[in-house]
């Protein structure tokens, strides 16, 4: 398993954050995103939408799986630039 923390650019309202659910269901791991003590399945559009993520704020991006490490390096970049 790995974990990062990322400080997100822009906020994922609609479309980035269906753009991010697209980029994270590529991938076989489970993937989860975290703020605080809430955490979602970072391949659903709602979980991702309910999250609230706004631009500036930290959140920690985990997977677990045969491509992970691809995984967290492709959402970290994701993250970093929208």
Known sequence: ??????QVVSS??????????????QFDSK????IDEKMINAKSI?????????DGQFVTIS???????QAVDRLERFL???
């Open 1 to 6: 398993m790995i974990e990062r923390n990322i």
């Open 12 to 25: 994922l309202e609609a479309r980035p954050a269906a753009l991010f659910v697209q980029t994270a269901s």
């Open 31 to 34: 993937i989860n995103l975290r």
């Open 46 to 54: 709602m979980g991702v939408i309910s999250l609230g993520v706004l």
């Open 63 to 69: 997977a677990d799986g045969t491509d992970e490490k």
């Open 80 to 82: 970093s630039a929208v």
